[in-house]
């Protein structure tokens, strides 16, 4: 591309159709002139060859990706890590908004992946380091999308917990058991108080816990434990598997007795995810595996956000994150900014739920609930239930103490030392972390 070419990439917003593109928010640090750098990143994401040789035409104006905003700054230092084989010369840090237009690739999520932050984007001339920090959808893009079939609120009427976070249990250990002591772990950690008992995202149909026999073990069990609570308890079943056998093991877990099924989004793919929420009679649970690979490393990849909001999009009701603490390793704005994309306004699609999870216990619940300033979330603890020294139903209590110390306005390692199974998560778990 030459010099005189790049003016076909950039727009101004009063310009264009806004209901005809998504906008796409980058980082990039690139070697030589900014401006050439963004107008080659919004030709190798839409029009690449943008006419015929010995044509007298152009297809930008239609299908050209362009640059709305553009803000660059001198890195004299050059770039900010090694890069193998990256360009050499005068380095600029830059943020750009590009407007693209969705007719582009239509309402399928594969091509829209393969678009923004394909070949295209993490190819582009000049370009070795760059992050898409954020992506916005018009109402006319989100319309053609089911999105939560139940969301916040209809994950609350199945549960009728209202007013509360939603309370998750991940049974522990999380592979080897069979499904009557895996069943009989849900079963106390409903006793105890637990919404939600969960399969780890890495048991699948396992043979030595198939999922046809262990959804109708916990399944019972999680009808014996709504009987002797009085509150409704759910089985959470993970489909995780070939795309051709999500709807047959969506179908084979409800029918067991599952009241909701997850599956480990990336994995599978969101084209998949689509397909069985199309299916899907229960709420949809999304599971994070393989989305570090993308977001963990500063100014390179997809911030998770991105994928949070395709994943709402795609039509998971519950969302699990990487939460706050050291073992997550994911900055805290990070994580508040994908509880944003799971909860706030996004067209006509229901909200979904946001799960930030990692080594949480009673002890961290406080810290959880002041961070995001809602009660609209769901708590998921492994072993600060299933690892509670007094078993799994003192787990779950004790998560259940440590919210009535918050509801009531209190710290809850002021309150510490009684009730019983809350101290002794303390005396197992540690100190609380803020």
């Given at each position: ?289 393989f989305i570090a690979s993308f977001s963990r490393l500063p100014g390179y990849g997809v911030h998770s956000r991105v994928i949070t909001r395709l994943q709402r999009l795609a039509g998971y009701d519950v969302i699990i994150m990487p939460g706050f603490g050291a073992r997550m390793m994911m900055p805290e704005g990070e ?100």
């Open positions: 591309m030459v010099p005189d070419d790049i003016a076909g990439f950039f727009a101004r917003r009063a310009e264009l159709d806004a209901e005809a593109h998504l906008e796409l928010d980058f980082t990039f640090e690139c070697v030589g002139d900014p401006r050439l750098a963004a107008a080659h990143l919004c030709s190798e994401q839409s029009t690449a060859q943008w006419r015929r040789v010995g044509v007298d035409e152009d297809f930008r104006p239609r299908f050209g990706a362009k640059v709305l905003d553009l803000e660059a700054t001198p890195r004299p230092s050059g770039f900010s890590y090694p890069v193998p084989n990256a360009p050499s010369g005068a380095v600029h840090a830059c943020r750009v908004t590009i407007a693209h237009p969705h007719g582009n690739f239509g309402a399928r999520l594969p091509n829209l992946l393969s678009a923004v932050c394909g070949e295209g984007i993490f190819f582009a001339p000049g370009i070795p380091i760059i992050r898409l920090e954020d992506i916005r959808f018009p109402e006319t893009f989100l319309a053609a999308f089911d999105g939560p079939q139940f969301g916040v609120a209809g994950l609350r009427a199945q549960l009728q917990a209202f007013h509360r976070p939603i309370f998750f249990g991940v049974v522990k250990p999380n592979i080897g058991l069979a499904p009557e002591p895996f069943a009989e772990l849900a079963y106390q950690g409903w006793l105890g108080g637990l919404d939600i008992a969960k399969d780890d995202e890495m048991l699948a149909d396992a043979p030595w816990c198939p999922l046809e026999q262990r959804a109708a073990a916990v399944g019972a069990a999680a009808v014996r434990a709504a009987r002797e609570t009085g509150v409704p308890k759910v089985y959470l079943a993970n489909i995780t598997d070939e795309v051709d056998r999500l709807v047959v093991l969506h179908d084979l877990a409800v029918a067991r007795g599952a009241g909701a099924v997850m599956v480990n989004t990336m994995p599978v793919g969101l084209g998949g995810i689509r397909l069985l929420r199309r299916q899907a009679r229960v709420p949809l649970v999304a599971h994070f595996p994580v508040l900014d994908c509880v944003r994309a799971c909860l706030e306004p996004m067209g006509g699609l229901r909200p979904s739920l946001p799960v930030p999870g990692g080594s949480d216990w009673a002890g961290t619940l406080d810290g959880l609930h002041r961070r995001l300033q809602t009660v609209d979330f769901g708590f998921v603890p492994g072993r600060g239930v299933f690892g509670h020294p007094m078993g799994p139903a003192a787990g779950a209590a004790s998560i259940r103490q440590a919210w009535e110390v918050i509801a009531q306005g209190g710290v809850v390692a002021e309150h510490a030392a009684t009730p019983v199974e809350l101290a002794a998560a303390f005396a197992a778990f540690g100190p609380r972390t803020s």
